[in-house]
């Protein structure tokens, strides 16, 4: 029993010199190293995570800052594009006039601009022009027969296009003013749903073709 003893003394011993040994070795690094401190955590925050300052409420009434004018190719071949469209169409309504029908309306004015001036937009893709040209165009055929004509057509009318597109997602601005033409316009009221095709989703199909030129010279005869 006494050596028993004495070795867990021993034991004992030896295990207090060496946590003595290391607290004093940690104390002396700490003291030749003074500078060495734990340092405090930090947040860090993601940049997405920063907002940025919301634009003023004047900046969509300034012209946006460009890098570079366009040049005079890019002005002239959609301004053709739009000259020939218009002359072609109204040359067709010539030859429509004894049956009392036109190809030149408001809307496929609309539809040039978007078409030579922005051949890449969303709004300029066939399927959104074509989908959104006879769908609003029936729409506005279905509100008439409805509601008659008046301010009560032309409001349900216009929403339901605008509602139409946004499910179809086919957005085209210039199909949603199909509508507001065949309610106030009696000249159109005899085609009835034909509207749906005819001038406008007829007329989309003329300025398809001269925009395809248009896109071809913007892109191989630069001045």
């Given at each position: 029993m006494s050596g028993m003893s004495s070795a867990i003394g021993i034991g004992i011993a030896c295990s207090g010199s060496g946590l003595t040994s290391s607290f004093s070795r940690h104390a002396s690094f700490s003291l030749i190293n003074p500078t060495r401190r734990r340092k405090p955590h930090g947040i860090v925050v993601a940049s997405s995570d920063v907002v940025s300052p919301s634009p003023s409420l004047w900046d969509d009434w300034k012209p946006l800052k460009s890098s570079s004018?366009?040049?005079?190719?890019?002005?002239?071949?959609?301004?053709?594009?739009?000259?020939?469209?218009?002359?072609?169409?109204?040359?067709?309504?010539?030859?429509?006039?004894?049956?009392?029908?036109?190809?030149?309306?408001?809307?496929?004015?609309?539809?040039?601009?978007?078409?030579?001036?922005?051949?890449?937009?969303?709004?300029?893709?066939?399927?959104?022009?074509?989908?959104?040209?006879?769908?609003?165009?029936?729409?506005?055929?279905?509100?008439?027969?409805?509601?008659?004509?008046?301010?009560?057509?032309?409001?349900?009318?216009?929403?339901?296009?605008?509602?139409?597109?946004?499910?179809?997602?086919?957005?085209?601005?210039?199909?949603?003013s199909l509508p507001l033409l065949f309610i106030d316009g009696v000249k159109l009221h005899h085609l009835n749903f034909w509207y749906a095709l005819f001038p406008g989703a007829a007329g989309c199909i003329v300025l398809s073709l001269i925009q395809e030129v248009v896109v071809y010279l913007k892109q191989n005869v630069k001045f």
């Open positions: 004018t366009p040049s005079l190719s890019d002005i002239l071949w959609p301004s053709a594009g739009a000259f020939a469209a218009m002359a072609l169409l109204g040359k067709m309504d010539q030859l429509l006039a004894p049956k009392g029908l036109s190809m030149t309306i408001a809307p496929l004015g609309a539809v040039s601009a978007v078409l030579f001036t922005t051949p890449s937009a969303p709004a300029a893709r066939k399927y959104n022009m074509f989908m959104a040209q006879i769908g609003c165009a029936a729409i506005g055929v279905l509100a008439f027969t409805i509601f008659g004509p008046g301010w009560l057509a032309r409001s349900a009318g216009l929403s339901a296009c605008i509602a139409y597109m946004i499910f179809t997602r086919t957005i085209h601005p210039p199909a949603a």
